[in-house]
């Protein structure tokens, strides 16, 4: 008669490898869904109100609650803010700040992170430790920081510019007396203003980013271009940027993304939504949402477009990066 353990044995001898991977592989996707619920909590379930809000005509914090019906009106809202010729005016505004910033950006922290990579242990520790604080900083405390630095009265850009000889600021700007000056009021001068703030807090996270990367680079290859008489342009351009470009690639999407939904300093440094000419699609979403009279569904389908366009990007970064592994 066979005992238990013989039958026992015999089973687990009969049991394919197939068949024990088939089993096992369901233990990580039981793992994964609580970080699941939680996305779906924090994440889909406001996104999928935001889609839902974009198809409805709401007008009143009483619709929102529950108390008035929900008008539905379809794509109306999509056709009215993509008919609206201020909408290409306020896209073409986000485009070009996110280009110009996410360029300045990569510019910035790559030569950052270069910098610290040639540097010491003790002194690349202290550099980066003092370029991390930008980054630590939070959006509204650094731009309230920047805010009062170009203040018209008693701000340090206003003062630095009272102290110029009053001929040289003359020729130069035109005026010699910057008391009161609006340097926010000038459409280009705000964006500029806003970059300046944005890349601050942006570049130390590209900075780090990159000299990480650049730990995994083996000397021996840049070494060997030295030799070969390659200068240090060529040698970051032939060795050290291809072996990056996955790299850089994802710092790319990251600050399009981020520059995309640049909000906290554009709404602290207008003073709220009162000037139009600067506005961008963020802050565009925002102020059909809540200014009154306010429009729910159009800041919705605002929010909703600006997403897809995220979408998107990160869409062909990610074919990008598939194309690549297929061709090596």
């Known amino acids: 008669m066979t005992t238990l353990t013989e039958a026992t044995g015999t089973a687990a001898a009969r049991e394919t490898p197939a068949r024990r991977r088939r089993r096992v592989d369901h233990l990580p996707y039981?793992?994964?869904?609580?970080?699941?619920?939680i996305i779906a909590v924090l994440l889909l379930w406001p996104l999928g109100q935001v889609v839902m809000m974009s198809f409805f005509k709401l007008d009143s914090v009483r619709q929102l609650r529950g108390d008035r019906e929900w008008p539905w009106v379809g794509l109306a809202n999509y056709a009215q803010i993509l008919g609206d010729p201020f909408f290409r005016t306020v896209l073409r505004n986000t485009v070009l700040f996110a280009m110009a910033n996410v360029a300045l950006t990569m510019i910035l922290g790559t030569l950052v992170g270069l910098?610290?990579?040639?540097?010491?242990?003790k002194m690349a520790t202290f550099v980066a430790s003092c370029v991390m604080l930008a980054w630590?900083?939070?959006?509204?405390?650094?731009?309230?920081?920047?805010k009062w630095i170009f203040d018209d009265t008693s701000g340090l850009v206003t003062w630095l510019f009272n102290k110029l000889p009053d001929g040289l600021s003359t020729t130069l700007f035109g005026r010699s007396d910057w008391t009161g000056y609006g340097w926010f009021n000038d459409p280009l001068l705000f964006f500029a203003i806003l970059t300046?703030?944005?890349v601050w807090h942006s570049f130390p996270f590209i900075a780090v980013s990159v000299l990480a990367g650049l730990k995994s680079v083996p000397s021996e290859l840049q070494e060997a271009a030295r030799v070969d008489g390659a200068g240090p342009w060529r040698v970051f351009w032939s060795v050290t940027f291809p072996m990056l470009r996955p790299v850089f690639g994802?710092?790319?999407?990251?600050?399009?993304?981020w520059d995309f939904k640049?909000?906290?300093q554009q709404f602290v440094l207008a003073g709220g939504t009162q000037d139009r000419s600067t506005f961008m699609l963020s802050i565009y979403s925002y102020a059909e949402a809540f200014s009154p009279p306010p429009k729910y569904g159009l800041?919705?389908?605002?929010?909703?477009?600006?997403?897809?366009?995220?979408?998107?990007v990160t869409a062909l970064y990610v074919r990008m990066v598939l194309r690549q592994e297929n061709e090596s």
């Open 136 to 146: 630590a900083t939070p959006a509204l405390t650094g731009t309230i920081v920047w």
């Open 262 to 264: 640049v909000f906290t």
């Open 196 to 198: 300046l703030v944005v």
């Open 250 to 257: 994802i710092l790319v999407v990251l600050s399009t993304i």
């Open 30 to 37: 039981l793992l994964l869904l609580p970080c699941l619920a």
């Open 299 to 312: 800041g919705s389908a605002i929010a909703v477009i600006l997403t897809l366009i995220l979408l998107a």
């Open 115 to 121: 910098l610290l990579n040639r540097l010491g242990r």
